[in-house]
Every structure is written in structure tokens, then in C-alpha cells.
């Protein structure tokens, strides 16, 4: 029997994925990753390759989007936290009956979790196995001994992979210090939608208006989950040194941050782009562990300068459109955002817009992909 198709079409039927990929993700919820993913599949499915979207997880904001579209996607059934020897056993029959000529997997547990089901479907001659890493140096004491497990197998497994995909430089140095093959590592950087993400004159307004914020009050904006590696004291800490500035916290764990001066904590939220555009600069305060950070450009795209820590591939992204500074460090941080403030932020942001719209589009990063893939070209 296979997994249930969720879908808008409880009957759509599965494609034949000979020329096709079978994508693997641990989730769809909000993600950078997810959002990745979302954006190459339906970018392919429109061009009339054939896609399937696994997800291990139910579930994910993600999930409507691909079903919106007519993409397949399935979940195996797994719950956060647990596992499972049902799930790669579902996906093995999933892959036994697409017949996919490329397995392309998202994030650890997706990686392992589908090189067991690729091996156990007994495709490892007729389907390209690629892998999917997308953070870089995490602080891996902070997290779950399960995911050091995960990570540790996954080193010991990654001869296996045709290729593992990075979306940062930074990404492949860290895992290849970690063990993994160094000649597997291929780096493609995230594609940003510059069609939802866009300066909107009408959303700043209605936003500015709902929060009760005039058109010249200074408002910066993070977009990050609580999470060690997103370090939301030093944030505070830094607006703590910025009078007369407002912020937003956007993110899953953010409504409980607790209240703090001047700080508008919202939650996970499915209107980032809208929120985004109300505001004048964008922060990353990462720690650690961060590869291409979807938060800055996602602000770039939307017209605003960058201040962000060195983490990642941070600097790659900025250029010259904003500031870095270095991780932990509360007063650089407010300083680097007051410089933005006081210069002209708007002027700045265009650049950064144009930018994102050059260096870091969705076509750029599709057409990476496929020629990885040797699919659509």
C-alpha cells in the first residue's frame, strides 16, 4: 500500500519520476530549507517535470502550497522526535513504484532516512541519490544527542551519494571537517522569490498602522525561530541600545520571548513578506551554524539593508549593502543598525534589492539544480 497522497486532489495519481525527482524532507513547515524546496518544485512542476515531495512528517504550512499547485506530496507518517521502521519502508515502495531518476533529500534525518529506503528499494544503480546540507559550524552540545547520532552516520555514509549539495561554502568546509567525503560537495546557493519578496508601499502603511507605529519610526526586523544558533539575547540586548527604535520578532518561540521594551513579538507567521516590508532594516544575529541565511536576503529582497553577524556565508550575501559585525557582540550590532538608520537606509535598500534580484534568484538556483540533476536540460 502507499502512503496517502496529500494533496487538494485526494486522487491525484503519482507520476511516473523516470525523468523525474523524488524529493525527501524531513518537514514542510516554515524553513528555509522547506522554502527552497517549495520553490525548485514548483518551478519545475510548471515547466513539466515530473515532481514528488516526501515528507517524514505530517503537516507544514509548506504542504498547501505544493497541493495548491497539483504537486504530489506525501507524508511517511513519522512524528517529531520519534522514530520510525515503517517510514523507510514506505518510502522504499514509494521509490520502487516512481522509479525516480533523482533521490534528492533535505536536511539530516532526510538524508539518512532515504538512504536506507534508496538501498532497500534496490535503486542504487538507476537512481541518483544527492544529499541536502544547509547549516554550517552548529554548536551541536546545544541540540539533542539524537541529532549527533543522525550527523555522525550521515559522515559515515556520505560515500554513498552521487553529490551532496551546500548552500554555502561555509556549509561544505564545516561538514567536511565533520567527516563527510570532500569530493561529493557541490554548492548551490538559495534562489530568492523576489516576486513575494518585494518593497510594498501599501503593506508598510497597513502594518505600520495595525502596530501603531508611525511612517518615521525606526523599525528593524529578525525573522528567526528561538533557537541557540539565532541567539535572540544578543538581539535584545542590542535594542536595548537603540532608543527610539522599534523592532518585530518573527518566528516560531518568539511570543514567548517575554516582554521587552519596544520589541513586537509575533510569532511563527505565514505573511513574512508583508511584515518584512514595513520595515527599514533587517538583522541576523546568528551565533552560529548558519549557511546562506534566508532572513537577510528574503529583507534584502524586500529593500532593506543588512546588519548580520559573520556566521555563515553572511558576507557572500550582504556585499556592500549593509554591515557585518561579529557574533555575540550586542553593542557592534546596535551600532551597525543605528549607522544604517542614519545614513539613507531607503537609498541602500534598492541596491540590496537589486542585488538579491542578480546574485540570488529562483531561475538562478533551478537551473543549478537541474543541470546537477541532468533533469530539464
Same mark, same amino acid.
Given at each position: 500500500?502507499?502512503?496517502?497522497?496529500?494533496?487538494?486532489?485526494?486522487?491525484?495519481?503519482?507520476?511516473?519520476?523516470?525523468?523525474?525527482?523524488?524529493?525527501?524532507?524531513?518537514?514542510?513547515?516554515?524553513?528555509?530549507?522547506? &522554502?527552497?524546496?517549495?520553490?525548485?518544485?514548483?518551478?519545475?512542476?510548471?515547466?513539466?517535470?515530473?515532481?514528488?515531495?516526501?515528507?517524514?512528517?505530517?503537516?507544514?504550512?509548506?504542504?498547501?502550497?505544493?497541493?495548491? &499547485?497539483?504537486?504530489?506530496?506525501?507524508?511517511?507518517?513519522?512524528?517529531?522526535?520519534?522514530?520510525?521502521?515503517?517510514?523507510?519502508?514506505?518510502? &522504499?515502495?514509494?521509490?520502487?513504484?516512481?522509479?525516480?531518476?533523482?533521490?534528492?533529500?533535505?536536511?539530516?534525518?532526510?538524508?539518512?532516512?532515504?538512504?536506507?529506503?534508496?538501498?532497500?528499494?534496490?535503486?542504487?544503480?538507476?537512481?541518483?541519490?544527492?544529499?541536502?546540507?544547509?547549516?554550517?559550524?552548529?554548536?551541536?552540545?546545544?541540540?539533542?544527542?539524537?541529532?549527533?547520532?543522525?550527523?555522525?552516520?550521515?559522515?559515515?555514509?556520505?560515500?554513498?551519494?552521487?553529490?551532496?549539495?551546500?548552500?554555502?561554502?561555509?556549509?561544505?568546509? &564545516?561538514?567536511?571537517?565533520?567527516?563527510?567525503?570532500?569530493?561529493?560537495?557541490?554548492?548551490?546557493?538559495?534562489?530568492?522569490?523576489?516576486?513575494?519578496?518585494?518593497?510594498?508601499?501599501?503593506?508598510?502603511?497597513?502594518?505600520?498602522?495595525?502596530?501603531?507605529?508611525?511612517?518615521?519610526?525606526?523599525?528593524?526586523?529578525?525573522?528567526?525561530?528561538?533557537?541557540?544558533?539565532?541567539?535572540?539575547?544578543?538581539?535584545?540586548?542590542?535594542?536595548?541600545?537603540?532608543?527610539?527604535?522599534?523592532?518585530?520578532?518573527?518566528?516560531?518561540?518568539?511570543?514567548?520571548?517575554?516582554?521587552?521594551?519596544?520589541?513586537?513579538?509575533?510569532?511563527?507567521?505565514?505573511?513574512?513578506?508583508?511584515?518584512?516590508?514595513?520595515?527599514?532594516?533587517?538583522?541576523?544575529?546568528?551565533?552560529?551554524?548558519?549557511?546562506?541565511?534566508?532572513?537577510?536576503?528574503?529583507?534584502?529582497?524586500?529593500?532593506?539593508?543588512?546588519?548580520?553577524?559573520?556566521?555563515?556565508?553572511?558576507?557572500?550575501?550582504?556585499?556592500?549593502?549593509?554591515?557585518?559585525?561579529?557574533?555575540?557582540?550586542?553593542?557592534?550590532?546596535?551600532?551597525?543598525?543605528?549607522?544604517?538608520?542614519?545614513?539613507?537606509?531607503?537609498?541602500?535598500?534598492?541596491?540590496?534589492?537589486?542585488?538579491?534580484?542578480?546574485?540570488?534568484?529562483?531561475?538562478?538556483?533551478?537551473?543549478?539544480?537541474?543541470?546537477?540533476?541532468?533533469?530539464?536540460?
Amino acid at each position: 500500500m502507499m502512503p496517502q497522497t496529500q494533496t487538494s486532489d485526494s486522487h491525484l495519481p503519482l507520476p511516473d519520476l523516470s525523468r523525474g525527482v523524488l524529493h525527501v524532507i524531513t518537514g514542510l513547515h516554515t524553513g528555509g530549507a522547506e &522554502a527552497q524546496l517549495v520553490n525548485l518544485a514548483l518551478a519545475n512542476h510548471r515547466a513539466g517535470i515530473a515532481v514528488v515531495v516526501a515528507s517524514l512528517i505530517p503537516g507544514g504550512v509548506h504542504r498547501q502550497r505544493l497541493a495548491d &499547485a497539483g504537486v504530489a506530496t506525501l507524508d511517511l507518517g513519522m512524528r517529531r522526535g520519534q522514530g520510525s521502521l515503517l517510514a523507510p519502508l514506505a518510502l &522504499a515502495r514509494l521509490i520502487r513504484h516512481t522509479r525516480p531518476a533523482v533521490l534528492q533529500c533535505w536536511m539530516y534525518h532526510a538524508n539518512l532516512l532515504a538512504t536506507v529506503a534508496w538501498l532497500f528499494a534496490g535503486r542504487y544503480r538507476s537512481t541518483q541519490l544527492v544529499w541536502g546540507v544547509r547549516c554550517s559550524d552548529l554548536d551541536i552540545g546545544r541540540y539533542r544527542p539524537t541529532l549527533k547520532r543522525v550527523m555522525s552516520h550521515c559522515a559515515r555514509l556520505s560515500r554513498l551519494p552521487s553529490t551532496i549539495v551546500a548552500n554555502s561554502e561555509a556549509g561544505r568546509r &564545516a561538514h567536511v571537517l565533520l567527516g563527510y567525503r570532500p569530493d561529493r560537495f557541490a554548492v548551490i546557493e538559495n534562489g530568492i522569490d523576489t516576486e513575494r519578496f518585494r518593497p510594498d508601499a501599501e503593506a508598510r502603511a497597513a502594518v505600520r498602522n495595525d502596530y501603531g507605529l508611525d511612517a518615521n519610526t525606526p523599525l528593524i526586523a529578525i525573522v528567526a525561530r528561538v533557537d541557540p544558533m539565532k541567539d535572540y539575547l544578543t538581539f535584545i540586548q542590542a535594542l536595548d541600545r537603540l532608543d527610539g527604535v522599534q523592532a518585530l520578532a518573527i518566528g516560531e518561540g518568539t511570543q514567548r520571548l517575554g516582554k521587552v521594551e519596544r520589541l513586537i513579538t509575533l510569532g511563527r507567521r505565514d505573511d513574512v513578506p508583508r511584515l518584512l516590508a514595513a520595515c527599514d532594516v533587517v538583522v541576523s544575529s546568528s551565533a552560529f551554524g548558519e549557511g546562506f541565511s534566508n532572513t537577510i536576503a528574503e529583507g534584502m529582497a524586500c529593500g532593506l539593508p543588512a546588519v548580520a553577524t559573520e556566521v555563515g556565508d553572511a558576507a557572500r550575501i550582504v556585499g556592500d549593502c549593509g554591515h557585518l559585525v561579529p557574533p555575540r557582540d550586542p553593542s557592534a550590532l546596535a551600532a551597525a543598525v543605528r549607522a544604517l538608520l542614519d545614513d539613507d537606509a531607503a537609498a541602500l535598500g534598492v541596491r540590496a534589492r537589486a542585488r538579491i534580484e542578480q546574485e540570488f534568484s529562483v531561475p538562478r538556483m533551478v537551473a543549478s539544480f537541474n543541470a546537477l540533476h541532468g533533469i530539464g536540460v
